[in-house]
């Protein structure tokens, strides 16, 4: 999944080898699930599987039953959630929707055909499962669903912030949506003087390459916010401006 996220070359051999021997680590209900006592597979893990396999060069072949068992995850509100199985969780995770998204992205980005519109379909409600909260929201309200959404991280892993999130929407070819503009405010608020942006704490786990500090400048964290910006601030420039001459007309 770093190496994914780093954009280390689908082409190359190591990681291409790494996906296969991962393929064979496959549940009775089709999903990758990397241990024997675990009766079902996870949507979490199957969603970033299916990024970086489509990344490394997967087949339709040999992505079918994973992507068979993470249509079959979608949960009513359109996004996806670990739990289901297991606890029989009735609304979407954040965590769970955005590594399914990134995974739906990756297989249609690398030219995938088998069942690509209901993939399309599926990646569509995801992203209005997220857009819906406002990426970050509780639905209803203003108050974060966790402050530490609100914080960057890289990497990131399997969590949720708003920097993974809107960078997803954007490989996703997400057009500007006014509810992406309070974690937009987010992003802009958190540049530092020099243009740059910190990664707040890692989460626990190894890692390729060694990362700076906490609080210090961040390349990985600065390059996505950087690309998301140069993507979506046009439209929140063009937007404010409209609701300005609407205020001035009124």
Not at 67 to 89: H, I, K
Request: aromatic share 6%; proline share 6%.
């Amino acid at each position: 999944m770093e190496l994914r996220n780093l954009e280390l070359p689908g082409t190359h051999p190591a990681a291409r080898e790494a996906v296969h021997l991962i393929l064979r680590e496959k549940g009775p209900d089709g999903g990758v699930n990397p241990s024997p006592i675990i009766r079902h597979s996870d949507a979490c893990i199957n969603g970033i599987f299916l990024d970086y396999a489509s990344w490394f060069g997967a087949t339709d072949a040999d992505l079918a039953s994973v992507v068979d068992f993470l249509l079959a995850q979608a949960m009513p509100d359109g996004g996806f959630n670990c739990r289901r199985n297991r606890s029989g969780a009735r609304i979407a995770s954040v965590h769970t929707t955005l590594s399914v998204l990134e995974g739906l992205t990756s297989y249609l980005a690398a030219g995938a055909t088998r069942r690509a519109d209901e993939v399309r379909t599926a990646r569509d409600a995801a992203v209005e499962c997220l857009l819906a909260r406002e990426l970050f929201r509780r639905r209803g309200t203003v108050e974060p669903i966790d402050p530490e959404f609100t914080r960057l991280h890289h990497p990131a892993r399997w969590h949720f912030d708003v920097l993974r999130a809107l960078d997803a929407l954007r490989a996703a070819g997400v057009r500007y949506d006014p509810r992406m503009a309070a974690a937009l405010d987010v992003l802009t608020e958190r540049q530092r003087p020099d243009g740059r942006w910190a990664a707040n704490r890692g989460y626990a786990g190894a890692t390729h390459l060694r990362y700076p500090p906490a609080g210090q400048p961040n390349r990985w964290v600065t390059l996505k916010a950087l690309r998301v910006l140069q993507t979506y601030s046009s439209s929140v420039q063009r937007s404010s401006h409209v609701e300005q001459t609407d205020g001035d007309v009124a």
